[in-house]
């Protein structure tokens, strides 16, 4: 697998997400939950030309739904990750695609139309964004950084809890961020321009590539108690940069 084609095809998505139209082209699918033209586009766009490149890899797309795969290679694809924010035209969105193999996620790519930089990793190669080598910041504690949350906008009856969470991180922590795309807050993460990011409620097409794009930069990523993440399984996570991982984790 050529990750320079892959990141080609994931780039080439541009031009849906750049048609204002489509992006107006809305259906709701529950409560601050929406699929637009764009995320529909994007999907079948990557489907078939993922499927000329590798027809042998299955394919595991957010608008399809969570299901059962017949192998042990697929695609997961969230076509646009920050769906609210593209409908808004508030432009923080992402196209992320991860490759899974036999239990782990072995490529990802992270691609932010809107600021062109194409964050990516393959196991065991490190990260990058735009060819420059990727790393975890340096913060040895929450006191020397920004932390990104994730609010579970499709979970409100989690907001007491949630934002109680919030609140102890905010004491301890120079100041938290919000961008709603849980993609590019783990990318931010792996490239140090946050400390960390947590989130109670996720899929894994909003984590599947982070979370290798976190780790070849040095990061840390786990599910709230700790636990190993599934690349296939929901969940709440929280990545950091490893040295401020248990302090985060321990106010959550």
Not at 206 to 218: K, P, S
Not at 233 to 251: M, Q, S
């Amino acid at each position: 697998m050529d990750i320079n084609e892959v990141m080609q095809l994931v780039r080439e998505t541009r031009q849906f997400v750049e048609n204002r139209d489509m992006a107006g082209h809305v259906k709701v699918k529950g409560l601050a939950d929406y699929v637009t033209q764009v995320d529909t586009n994007i999907q079948n766009f990557l489907r078939e030309k993922l499927g000329e490149l590798a027809p042998e890899v299955e394919f595991l797309g957010e608008e399809d739904g969570l299901h059962a795969m017949k192998g042990d290679t697929f695609w997961i694809l969230d076509p646009i990750d920050g769906t609210t924010n593209l409908v808004h035209d508030y432009q923080h969105s992402t196209v992320s695609l991860g490759l899974y193999s036999k239990g782990e996620i072995i490529l990802g790519v992270i691609y932010d139309p809107f600021r062109e930089e194409m964050f990516y990793a393959e196991k065991g190669k490190g990260s990058f964004v735009n060819g420059r080598p990727i790393h975890v910041a340096e913060a040895e504690n929450l006191g020397q950084t920004i932390i990104a949350i994730g609010t579970a906008p499709y979970q409100k009856e989690l907001a007491p809890r949630n934002f109680a969470c919030f609140q102890r991180v905010f004491e301890k922590c120079e100041d938290i961020r919000r961008t709603g795309s849980a993609a590019m807050d783990l990318a931010y993460t792996a490239a140090g321009r946050i400390g960390g990011y947590f989130e109670a409620r996720l899929q894994p097409w909003d984590f599947a590539a982070g979370m290798l794009i976190l780790t070849e930069a040095g990061g840390k990523i786990t599910r709230y108690d700790g636990s190993e993440v599934n690349p296939v399984e929901p969940g709440g996570i929280v990545a950091t940069n490893g040295k401020l991982h248990e302090e985060l984790r321990a106010l959550l």
